[in-house]
């Protein structure tokens, strides 16, 4: 245990038997599992579970009365372990679970520590038809999908989280509380927080503790999973879905591979505004004889219906390793060429893997890159491919498997170097442009304003202007 954090914890405002745990039990392990063996060995020495804004603000300002690294966990999905540190204070969202709907505004205000699937379910027992552009997998915080941009299967048409996010409320490392949206009403600091907050990423500039989202009434989808049997086949597949697809058809691809060996398999998910018989004629020729699927089922479902067959991908249920590397492609760049080196390295993974996109482009590409922080609007293929293993001893083999497909596909990316904050990585060099582009400059000076001392760090964050990169690393490292 740190021994600065022993003790008088009750002096902050924190009641230490119902808020704090220490570094051993169930409940302490419980707290700081993500699924993710790669990480085992970030071991807060204390987590604070708040219930109130008041108990958020008497963890800031204990953590920084010490000198304590702080982080932040919703639903611990972070790729690369981020909302755990060593030796800190981590600070568990999980009591803060309410959320109000307002059917009149069309909005629902969620607190911090809310996941996508008690969102959705709440949603729905209000009216099945009404969805937020929130993730696609169910266990995801709404706080770290939401503030580094958010990528639902409907955003072609209704653009990412942060587009229709109306408000939030964030608590700065003074343990201030502001209350920002698109008010003109805002001084000029405060606008640019907003800006900020808005694909910035979390863990960067305070802690949100609620936000407020448009509801959207989308009545019944069609969504479903397309299959092949035949690789070439589905790679020629892919090849309709890059020539450009109508802005209410969103199809995600996914080459799989079961582990060493196996043979690689590709499937689609896809969504549309519309019908069965629209979908598929949105689809092309990809119901032609010449491509068409060896499986499929499309459906008319409500939005709820579908996240509820999601559950499976849920990372939780599988005590593994896994690590990611990602890129944003931009419209028509998964061509022949790419797809064949695709096609390689997956053929050539030492363990279970994947390669995945999500589509986006269309309504999330129509708003300016400066206009928030996500800066790769013109992307249209926001991709990751993963390796899973299950023995410490494969981790090297794996790991340099993620570095050269990190190596050969990067330059087919916007730019030669986009890719999605949150889909976040361990550190690499040219980190800062790689997730913000032009825009990682205004949030330094954004960061300068309002954490000058860096109290929201991690390594991958947003460092003030003035401050020495505490990031330097270069590649992929383990550790
Ligand atoms: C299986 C899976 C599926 C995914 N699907 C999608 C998808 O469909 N669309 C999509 O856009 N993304 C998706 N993602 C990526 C996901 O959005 C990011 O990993 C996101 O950061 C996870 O948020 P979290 O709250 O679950 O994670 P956490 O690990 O709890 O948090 C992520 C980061 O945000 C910080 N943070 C958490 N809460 C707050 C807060 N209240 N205030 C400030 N900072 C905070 C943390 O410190 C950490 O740095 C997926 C990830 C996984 C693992």
Same mark, same amino acid.
């Given at each position: 245990?740190?021994?600065?954090?022993?003790?008088?914890?009750?002096?902050?405002?924190?009641?230490?038997?119902?808020?704090?745990?220490?570094?051993?039990?169930?409940?302490?392990?419980?707290?700081?599992?993500?699924?993710?063996?790669?990480?085992?060995?970030?071991?807060?020495?204390?987590?604070?579970?708040?219930?109130?804004?008041? /108990?958020?603000?008497?963890?800031?300002?204990?953590?920084?009365?010490?000198?304590?690294?702080?982080?932040?966990?919703?639903?611990? $999905?972070?790729?690369?372990?981020?909302?755990?540190?060593?030796?800190?204070?981590?600070?568990?969202?999980?009591?803060?679970?309410?959320?109000?709907?307002?059917?009149?505004?069309?909005?629902?205000?969620?607190?911090?520590?809310?996941?996508?699937?008690?969102?959705? @379910?709440?949603?729905?027992?209000?009216?099945?038809?009404?969805?937020?552009?929130?993730?696609?997998?169910?266990?995801?915080?709404?706080?770290?999908?939401?503030?580094?941009?958010?990528?639902?299967?409907?955003?072609? #048409?209704?653009?990412?989280?942060?587009?229709?996010?109306?408000?939030?409320?964030? &608590?700065?490392?003074?343990?201030?509380?502001? @209350?920002?949206?698109?008010? !003109?009403?805002? !001084? =000029?600091?405060?606008?640019?927080?907003?800006?900020?907050?808005?694909?910035?990423?979390?863990?960067?500039?305070?802690?949100?503790?609620?936000?407020?989202?448009?509801?959207?009434?989308?009545?019944?989808?069609?969504?479903?999973?397309?299959?092949?049997?035949?690789?070439? #086949?589905?790679?020629?597949?892919?090849?309709?879905?890059?020539?450009?697809?109508?802005? !209410?058809?969103?199809?995600?691809?996914?080459?799989?591979?079961?582990?060493?060996?196996?043979?690689?398999?590709?499937? &689609?998910?896809?969504?549309?505004?519309?019908?069965?018989?629209?979908?598929?004629?949105?689809?092309?020729?990809?119901?032609? /004889?010449?491509?068409?699927?060896?499986?499929?089922?499309?459906?008319?479902?409500?939005? *709820?219906?579908?996240?509820?067959?999601?559950?499976?991908?849920?990372?939780?249920? $599988?005590?593994?390793?896994?690590?990611?590397?990602?890129?944003?492609?931009?419209?028509?760049?998964? #061509?022949? !060429?790419?797809?064949?080196?695709?096609?390689?390295?997956?053929?050539?993974?030492?363990?279970?893997?994947?390669?995945?996109?999500?589509?986006?482009?269309?309504?999330?590409?129509?708003?300016?890159? /400066?206009? #928030?922080?996500?800066?790769?609007?013109?992307?249209?293929?926001?991709?990751?491919?993963?390796?899973?293993?299950?023995?410490?001893?494969?981790?090297?083999?794996? &790991?340099?498997?993620?570095?050269?497909?990190?190596?050969?596909?990067?330059?087919?990316?916007?730019?030669?170097? +986009?890719?999605?904050?949150?889909?976040? =990585?361990?550190?690499?060099?040219?980190?800062?442009?790689?997730?913000?582009?032009?825009?990682?400059?205004?949030?330094?000076?954004?960061?300068?304003?309002?954490?000058?001392?860096?109290?929201?760090?991690?390594?991958?964050?947003?460092?003030?202007?003035? +401050?020495?990169?505490?990031?330097? *690393?270069?590649?992929?490292?383990?550790?």
């Amino acid at each position: 245990m740190n021994p600065s954090i022993d003790g008088d914890i009750a002096g902050g405002g924190l009641q230490s038997d119902e808020l704090i745990m220490f570094s051993d039990g169930i409940q302490y392990d419980k707290a700081i599992f993500i699924g993710n063996e790669l990480y085992a060995d970030r071991r807060p020495a204390c987590i604070i579970q708040p219930r109130s804004i008041a /108990e958020i603000a008497a963890a800031i300002a204990m953590a920084k009365e010490r000198s304590l690294d702080f982080s932040i966990k919703c639903g611990g $999905h972070s790729y690369a372990g981020y909302c755990l540190n060593n030796g800190g204070v981590m600070l568990d969202l999980s009591l803060m679970q309410g959320f109000e709907i307002d059917e009149a505004s069309m909005t629902v205000r969620a607190d911090c520590g809310v996941r996508w699937l008690s969102l959705y @379910e709440g949603l729905a027992r209000v009216n099945p038809n009404y969805i937020v552009m929130g993730g696609i997998c169910p266990d995801v915080g709404i706080s770290g999908a939401v503030l580094g941009g958010g990528i639902n299967l409907m955003s072609r #048409t209704f653009g990412l989280a942060i587009d229709s996010l109306q408000a939030v409320s964030v &608590m700065t490392a003074d343990g201030e509380l502001l @209350e920002l949206s698109g008010s !003109d009403d805002l !001084d =000029e600091d405060m606008k640019d927080l907003w800006w900020a907050i808005r694909g910035g990423g979390g863990g960067n500039f305070g802690v949100v503790v609620s936000f407020t989202l448009q509801i959207f009434d989308v009545g019944p989808l069609v969504i479903g999973s397309l299959s092949w049997d035949d690789l070439e #086949t589905f790679e020629n597949a892919v090849a309709v879905v890059n020539a450009g697809l109508s802005r !209410d058809v969103a199809v995600d691809a996914v080459w799989t591979k079961a582990g060493p060996g196996a043979p690689t398999a590709g499937r &689609m998910t896809v969504s549309h505004l519309g019908t069965v018989a629209s979908c598929k004629s949105g689809l092309g020729d990809i119901f032609s /004889e010449r491509l068409a699927p060896t499986q499929y089922d499309l459906a008319a479902r409500v939005f *709820a219906e579908w996240d509820e067959s999601n559950r499976i991908w849920d990372p939780f249920s $599988h005590d593994t390793f896994f690590y990611h590397v990602g890129f944003i492609f931009g419209p028509r760049s998964i #061509t022949p !060429d790419l797809v064949s080196i695709i096609r390689e390295l997956m053929a050539a993974a030492p363990s279970r893997s994947t390669f995945h996109w999500n589509h986006v482009g269309a309504a999330c590409s129509e708003v300016d890159p /400066e206009a #928030t922080a996500y800066y790769w609007r013109a992307g249209e293929f926001v991709a990751t491919a993963k390796i899973y293993w299950y023995d410490g001893s494969d981790t090297s083999t794996c &790991m340099e498997w993620a570095q050269r497909v990190k190596d050969a596909l990067t330059p087919f990316a916007l730019e030669a170097k +986009a890719t999605y904050i949150n889909y976040i =990585e361990n550190p690499f060099a040219g980190w800062q442009e790689a997730y913000y582009g032009r825009n990682y400059a205004r949030l330094q000076r954004v960061k300068s304003r309002f954490d000058p001392g860096n109290f929201f760090r991690f390594p991958l964050g947003i460092e003030a202007q003035d +401050a020495t990169s505490h990031s330097a *690393a270069t590649g992929i490292d383990a550790t």
